[in-house]
């Protein structure tokens, strides 16, 4: 009995204090948050307390949190507020907090206090940067978590120690992008997909403890010789904004009382935890969220607040209601049964599949917004799913609905009507009429929320590319070593989606943005997963991937989305030729013809007007000028990547490349024999056709003898039922030859219904050594079945071939060095001689 007495004594202890300061190192690694953007690493110092978890960033070398937060050489944040998560969630969705929009390096980075309990005052993490290093400007940040507190008390202080006066921005920078807004004097912002349900808000405290009310935020400041200045905030967070705000409204003593409202079902009398509570007052407004106990509770000022409970599916909900100190200002109502689409959707044998489905309003009905963009439950009038079954909620109504799961199946078109309390059942088999046996649908370039440029969830990413059956995606995020890998085994999509882990190092300059695959393991507690550094010169950073853990010869890097003037012609865009980076072409893979937008490969011009914004701009034609390139003796291959950000919009299905592959199935793809194919030229680009080219039976990539010149170039085109082509072209060293030229206007007979839109061959008599790419295009056609509202709708349908080099004399293959009736591009071109260029050439 005593022993038991002991070890119960003893527990608390064991587990961790009331609230506490430490250091993360190799072996508390599992005490650092999780999250959609937890970005803790060894180094780091954490903040915690019975209910919230924090990280603050180390002083260590290039500490960021991701890429894009304060893009650059300049935007380290040693000392800033990485993660801040509720424990019982475990679900950060801050990717930065900078007191003062600090970056930059710091002098220290310490623990002030590790650990406090009731009445021992809070632990503190003090950042400081000393005024030598500063331009004479001595600046603290302290980041205070009480006891009980949900949120941290970020303290500023600066002294000016030089002989000048010191002006600039104190304005506070914080991350994530999602819906924001100000409720009474305090700034909130929920997460990007608000079913994430983690929000924060900050209020600017009073100087003096205890004072009741907010100070007014400040975001300049000019201090004389050996003046100070201290500021003061409250961070908090919660599961909604309006449970955050509750918590600086009462951190900061202004006049609250319990709201509380709980939501059932009138007919189950379940728990509802999918509304949206929209609390209104003097023209403020701000959302707020039940948990799943279908109850929202917190401490919110005192007032009357219009209240609107809105569940997509059931009749909205509305009342008044005040708040006051005194008594419990509470809402219980019962909402009426969900009403939807209840899907099971198959493939052509009858087994669970990804899709896609579109949702269009019929009649008086209104088309539906799902949710935001990047994720993939409910993307605007989208959803994409993992899997073929699933229930939609839809408010009562007519509906159109198109199913779809890629380029290689036929659509699927369901009119329905939703009744109120009612899921309509829609049943459906997505045929695949698209043969592509020995090849697979790749894209080697996309990202998620590591990235940091965008916040689209990474389980969402894949969702995305299964939905529109990409089969291998390496994974690609910005300067950060990830691995997709558990994210597709989570989801079940093994069977459906391949990945490797990979890498896009990223940069500004002439250094651009290379993609690689494979690589080693990402270390998780390292900066950017221990990932290689950016450097300016694209050769470099081409050899730091191709090097990186090792040479490896099956390693692939390609270059995305290049400025091919600047790389191959004119290295510093002055307008002058000299040579660009010498022998770069040796150390790239390919080169992204196709990088999401456009459908420029039968260009006959390598500049383009377009505006941005009020002004006229120049743009390069990367596909002439690749053409250009393919007739100087460059080998470079050409590749088509979605580089999606998100999943509406900037989404995955629209150009991709298909590769040989020995395997159809996504679980048996093999990288390797991924990556030799590719780096044999075995590759056909594409937004829907499925284009097969032989010349004399060889494959794309081969280089062939004709020496009679005779080339039998064996052409067959697929297409779904929502993909239309009316031309056919063969390029012959890039040029449009005429008679090489099929369209459905003057060729109506050569052109089938799908799938099998053409079976033909063209018969070539060369006099000289060539390169043949056939190009299939719907010129007068779009995506817009496919893709419906989504950017990828405005693309042609369009695919073509890497090059057949075909040698006719036996000697080796020789370029001719046709430059296409164009100059070899050069920088610094205004838009009037571009103007005056492709009016003299008639375009």
Known sequence: MKQFLILLFLTPALTHAAVEAFEVGPNNTDQLPKGKEADGIIGDFILRNDHITAVISGNQPLRRPNMSTFYGNGGITPGCLYDLTLNARQNDQLTIFSPGSHRGNVSNVRIAQASGGLGMGGARVRVEVDAARNNGLFKRHEYNLGHRSRGLLITS??????????????????????????????????????????????????????????????????????????????LAVGNSPAEAVGEVARYANMKTGLLSIQLTESNTGKAIHSATITLTSKGQSIPAYTKKNGRFATQFPIGSYQVKIEDRGRKTHEQIIEVKESDEAKITTELPPLSGVAFAIT??????????????????????????????????????????????????????????????????????????????????????????????????????????????????????????????????????????????????????????????LTGGGAGSHHNAFPLPKPNPFAQDGGAPVFQNDPRLNTIALQNFGGWDPNRWVHVNHPNLTEKFWDRNLDGKP???????????????????????????????????????????????????????????????????????????????????????????????????????????????????????????????????????????????????????????????????????????????????????????????????????????????????TSANASLKPCAYINPIWIDVDGGGFQPNKDTLGWPLPLGNQSVEKIKAMLKTKGK
């Open 578 to 788: 000299d040579g660009g980076f010498a022998g770069y072409e040796k150390y790239i893979d390919a080169i992204e013809t196709q990088n999401f937008r456009g459908n420029a490969i039968l260009a006959t011009a390598p500049w383009t007007l377009y505006r941005r914004g009020t002004r006229e701009q120049v743009r390069e034609v990367r596909e002439f000028v690749w053409l250009q390139m393919l007739n100087q003796g460059y080998r470079t291959r050409a590749i088509a990547v979605a580089d999606a950000h998100s999943v509406y919009g900037n989404g995955v299905g629209g150009w991709r490349t298909y590769v040989t592959s020995s395997t159809d199935a996504p679980a048996k793809i093999d990288a390797k024999e991924i990556i030799r194919n590719a780096k044999a030229g075995r590759l056909m680009l594409t937004t829907g056709p499925f284009l097969e080219v032989t010349a004399n039976g060889a494959l794309p990539g081969s280089e062939i003898t004709a020496k009679d010149g005779k080339v039998n170039l064996k052409v067959k085109i697929q297409c779904a039922d929502w993909v239309h082509i009316d031309r056919v072209q063969v390029l012959v060293n890039g040029r449009q030859v005429p008679n090489l030229n099929l369209t459905a206007k003057k060729n109506p007979k050569m052109f089938n219904n799908s799938p099998v839109v053409m079976d033909t061959t063209f018969s070539i008599n060369l006099e000289a050594d060539a390169h043949l790419i056939v190009v299939a295009m719907g010129e007068n056609h779009d995506l817009k079945t496919g893709y419906g």
């Open 347 to 504: 493939d052509a044998a009858g087994k669970d599949t990804p899709c896609k489905v579109q949702f269009i309003g019929t009649g008086k009905t209104a088309t539906p917004n799902l949710g935001p963009q990047n994720r993939a439950h409910g993307c605007v009038d989208q959803w994409h799913s993992e899997t073929g079954k699933f229930n939609v909620a839809l408010d009562p109504g007519t509906y159109r609905l198109v199913i779809t799961h890629g380029i290689e199946h036929n659509h699927l078109v369901r009119e329905v009507i939703v009744k109120a309390g009612a899921f309509a059942p829609v049943k459906g088999a997505l045929q695949r009429v698209v043969n592509t046996r020995g090849w697979v649908s790749t894209d080697f370039h996309n990202h998620s929320t590591p990235s940091g440029d965008n916040q689209c969830g990474t389980d969402d990413r894949i969702i995305n590319l299964a939905a529109e059956h990409i089969e291998f995606a390496p994974t690609t995020e910005h300067n950060r070593l990830y691995d997709w890998t558990p994210h597709i085994k989570k989801l079940g999509l093994s069977e459906h989606l391949s990945t490797v882990i990979g890498l896009e």
């Open 157 to 234: 202080w600066y002294h000016n120690k030089s002989d000048e006066d010191r002006k600039g921005s104190i304005a506070d920078y914080w991350k994530p992008s999602g819906k924001r807004g100000t409720f009474q004097d305090v700034l909130w912002i929920d997460a990007v997909d608000p079913s994430d349900r983690g929000s924060y808000a900050v209020g600017w405290i009073k100087g003096l403890p205890g004072t009741p009310g907010l100070a007014k935020p400040h975001s300049q400041l000019t201090l004389k010789p050996n003046e100070t200045a201290r500021f003061i905030r409250f």
